[in-house]
C-alpha cells in the first residue's frame, strides 16, 4: 500500500485559503493503553495508545485545516524548520533518495545544485547541534526546508521526496527522513528490568503531541494532533499509518496490534481522543443543519409529493 500522506503532506496541491481554527485540546486527557508482547521476540513488550491510534487524525497539509507551525508560514506546514537526520543509515537513505529527484519533484534543485551541474550533499544539508550534540538537519531556503516546494510550483506545494516516492509507487518513509515520516507517531524504547532478573526492551507507541518537541513544542503557533481540524480522517491512525507502525515494530507486533485495535473498536473505546470527539460532533451538527436548510426541505417535500398525470 502506498500512503498517499504523511506527516509533511500531500503532495501536489494548491495553497489553499485558511479557516478559523478550532481551539486545540488540553494536552491532559484520559487515555487507554494497552500492552502485548511481540510475538516475534519474547523479550519485546509493547505498550500501544490506543486513544491515539484509534483518533481520526490526518494530515491536513495543503488544506484550509493546516495553519502551520510558524505565524505567517501557514503553507510550510510542519516543514519550516528542516529535518534533522538520527544516524548515518538515516543520512545515506536520504542521500539516495535525492539521487532519483527530478526538477518536475523537487521545486529548489537548483539551489542544491554546484557550478558543475551536481547536486551536492553540502548544499542541502547543514550543520547543527541537537541536544548539545553536533547533528545535520535539511538545510533551510527561505524560511523553510529546502525539500519543500512552494506557492507556484508547477506540480504544487509540497514535500519534493514525497512527491517522488508517489510518482515511482514507492512507500514515503523509504524516502523521508526518519522525523518527517514517523510524525506524528512518537515511539520511545527502554530496557526494563523485571523484578525476576529478565531484561525486557519496552516499545512505547503513541501520539507526538506538543510536549514531544520539548520546551519549544508549546511555543508553535498551530499543532495538529490536538486539532479537531485534522480529526477528519477516513480511516483510524493504526489503519492509515500501517506502513510506518510496521516499520517502527514489525510485522508480527502490528499484526497483534491490528487486533487489539480492531476488537477495542468494536466494544467500543471509552477514552476517545477529544480531538476526534470535537470533530465528530461537529460533522454531525453540519450533517443535520444540512438536512433540516429550506432547500434540503423542498427537495425533499417534492419527492414525496405524487406524480401529476
Known amino acids: 500500500m502506498t500512503t498517499g500522506a504523511s506527516a ?24 487507554e493503553w494497552i500492552e502485548f508482547v511481540d510475538p516475534a521476540n519474547d523479550e519485546h513488550l509493547i505498550a ?15 488544506t484550509p485545516a493546516c495553519q502551520g507551525i510558524i505565524d505567517g508560514r501557514e ?14 543509515e538515516d543520512g545515506k537513505k536520504l542521500h539516495r533518495a535525492v539521487k532519483m529527484l527530478t526538477p518536475e519533484d523537487w521545486q529548489l534543485m537548483g539551489e542544491a545544485t554546484d557550478d558543475q551541474g551536481r547536486v551536492r550533499k553540502k548544499l542541502y544539508l547543514e550543520e547543527d547541534d541537537l541536544d548539545d550534540e553536533p547533528a545535520l538537519r535539511t538545510r533551510r531556503f527561505d524560511g523553510a526546508c529546502i525539500f519543500l516546494n512552494r506557492p507556484g510550483f508547477s506540480e504544487g506545494i509540497g514535500c519534493a521526496l514525497h512527491t517522488m516516492a508517489l510518482r515511482k509507487g514507492l512507500e514515503p518513509l523509504t524516502v523521508k527522513p526518519e522525523v518527517c515520516w514517523q510524525l506524528p507517531i512518537r515511539r520511545t524504547q527502554e530496557w526494563v528490568d523485571r523484578p525476576d532478573g529478565v531484561e525486557i526492551l519496552r516499545t512505547s507507541i503513541g501520539e507526538y503531541d506538543r510536549r514531544g518537541w520539548g520546551p519549544g513544542g508549546l511555543d508553535l503557533n498551530w499543532y495538529c494532533t490536538g486539532s479537531p481540524d485534522a480529526h477528519v480522517g477516513t480511516r483510524p491512525v493504526w489503519e492509515a499509518y ?9 510485522k508480527p507486533a502490528y499484526d497483534e496490534l491490528a487486533h487489539h485495535c480492531r476488537r477495542r473498536q468494536g466494544l467500543g473505546i471509552v477514552a476517545v481522543h477529544p480531538a476526534t470527539a470535537i470533530a ?4 454531525a451538527d453540519a450533517r443535520a443543519a444540512a438536512e433540516n ?13 405524487p406524480a401529476e398525470r
Open 8 to 31: 509533511s503532506g500531500p503532495t501536489g496541491l494548491r495553497p489553499a485559503a485558511k479557516i478559523d481554527p478550532t481551539p486545540e485540546v488540553d494536552l491532559d486527557f484520559p487515555r
Open 48 to 62: 500501544a495508545d490506543l486513544t491515539w491510534l484509534l483518533s481520526r487524525w490526518t494530515c491536513v497539509f495543503g
Open 75 to 88: 503553507n510550510d506546514g510542519c516543514c519550516s524548520h528542516g529535518a534533522f537526520l538520527s544516524d548515518e
Open 242 to 250: 500501517a506502513p510506518e507502525l510496521i516499520e517502527l515494530i514489525g
Open 280 to 283: 465528530q460532533e461537529k460533522a
Open 293 to 305: 436548510s429550506p432547500a434540503t426541505s423542498a427537495k425533499s417535500a417534492k419527492k414525496a409529493r
